[in-house]
């Protein structure tokens, strides 16, 4: 306020003391008119140095001034040298952070709003070949044209990371995980996994050439044992329970071959058929045939259709994925319990459920369920000749079908497993279909 005052003063000044030298010859109107004509040629005076300072010199520092004008410009000096050291301080930060991704052995790849390339470290121009300046501003979609990349890019869920093969070598395996940030910019970041998919891809064929491998003196062992069993009544007690023990662990080891086969086939088959449009009623009546069959009625075995819907998938691996949550079910909860399929509409897709009313699962062991061989209760899970690998067999067959396992459970509270299917997997029934055409 002081340079207001100031300011009011010396435009009273001006007014008042050309307006009594011009009374004392005759005409104060000129005098008072020369009194404001001198004040505003003087702030036209410093508003034009501002103009040419913020045209031709906006990086000097401000003009001199006086009165508010000399305060104007002190204070835009002052703002002038606070952001210069904003900027100084934020390229620090930049050039700081640009070093940190030179060093880094993952390809860093920054991209605007529209998805062009703005900046990346050189580990990016090796692993996906791009080039500076040439490549700047164009798209990333440009250069990463596997329409699975592609796919991922725009559907802006990105959750989990993209694995595909290097755009520049094909035994080079990278990772991408994307980023938003920002004013819907993305962060890209590859990975090379060339080793850990070697690893992998030793780990399940490993697997499925022991698999293989313990298939045929199994079926010899089942052989003999049930030839040997055909005449037990020959046998002295002893070697007949002996027998039935062996018997039924060859069953079990079976069993855990059948799906480490299964599994590992689920895991490195690649191709797939055309989906057909599956009737779902149909096969969970099925699948409540055969665990009908397999509690031998100690357990309720429920079915409940809520929609005539069709699902687009694999019968077979579809079978085994709800026949494993449906005999889990079976297994693990105690006789007298009740264990309901459902096929309903959800959210925007179907979603098959299995849920029990059993003893549920401590909320605790959920995420890890799906894991190979992890069991909740070891030594339930072997009475029960569990393998450890259903729900693991469940996750794969799912993934092939664009779709997620949810778990609900609380001890005491039963158990809800959903396998959740979306819209573009689902196909409304053909007679629905027609009704909707007659109307």
């Given amino acids: 306020m002081y340079y207001w005052t100031n300011e009011l003063w010396r435009l009273a000044y001006l007014v008042i003391g050309l307006g009594v030298f011009g009374w004392l010859f005759g005409a104060p109107g000129w005098g008072l008119a020369a009194g404001l004509g001198l004040y505003v040629y003087l702030h036209l005076r410093h508003l034009r140095a501002l103009y040419v300072w913020l045209t031709q010199h906006p990086n000097d520092t401000p003009p001199v001034g006086a009165g508010v004008w000399g305060d104007l410009f002190d204070r835009l000096y002052k703002y002038q040298k606070t952001q210069r050291q904003s900027q100084a301080r934020l390229r620090d930060i930049i050039r700081r952070v640009q070093d940190s991704c030179e060093a880094m052995r993952d390809a860093v790849v920054m991209l605007d709003r529209h998805g062009d390339l703005e900046w990346w470290n050189s580990a990016a121009g090796q692993m996906l070949g791009f080039q500076t300046p040439h490549d700047r501003g164009q798209h990333i979609t440009n250069f990463l044209r596997d329409p699975r990349f592609v796919a991922y890019f725009n ?20 990772q991408y995980q994307v ?3 920002g004013d819907n910019e993305r962060l890209v970041m590859a990975r090379d996994i060339s080793r850990l998919h070697r690893l992998e891809q030793m780990r399940r064929d490993f697997v499925a050439n022991v698999s293989h491998e313990l298939r045929t003196p199994l079926t010899v062992l089942t052989g003999y044992l049930e030839t040997y069993l055909d005449q037990a009544d020959q046998l002295p007690p ?12 060859t069953q079990r080891m079976q069993n855990l071959v059948e799906d480490l086969l299964l599994l590992s086939k689920l895991e490195t088959d690649q191709t797939r058929d055309d989906p057909a449009p599956l009737d779902m009623a149909t096969l969970l009546e099925n699948i409540r045939d055969d665990a009908t069959n397999l509690c031998a009625g100690s357990h309720e075995i429920a079915l409940d259709i809520h929609t005539t819907d069709r699902l687009l998938g694999d019968a077979g691996e579809m079978r085994s994925a709800v026949s494993n949550l449906v005999f889990n079910a079976v297994r693990y909860t105690p006789p007298g319990s009740t264990v309901t399929l459902r096929w309903k509409a959800w959210k925007e897709g179907a979603a098959v459920e299995v849920e029990d009313d059993g003893d549920g699962i401590d909320p605790v062991h959920l995420p890890r369920l799906t894991e190979r061989f992890y069991r909740v209760d070891k030594g339930r899970s072997a009475a029960n000749g569990g393998t450890g690998l259903g729900l693991a067999i469940v996750k794969h067959v799912l993934l092939r079908h664009d779709a997620h396992l949810d778990i609900d459970s609380h001890p005491g509270q039963g158990a809800l497993f959903r396998c959740v299917f979306p819209a573009t997997r689902v196909r409304t029934a053909p007679e629905e279909r027609r009704a909707v055409g007659s109307d």
């Fill in 238 to 249: 002893r070697w007949q329970r002996g027998l039935g023990q062996m018997q039924e662990q």
């Fill in 155 to 174: 559907a802006r869920d990105y959750r989990e990371p993209l694995t595909l093969a290097s755009p520049l070598r094909d035994d080079v395996t990278l």
């Fill in 179 to 181: 980023t938003l940030f």
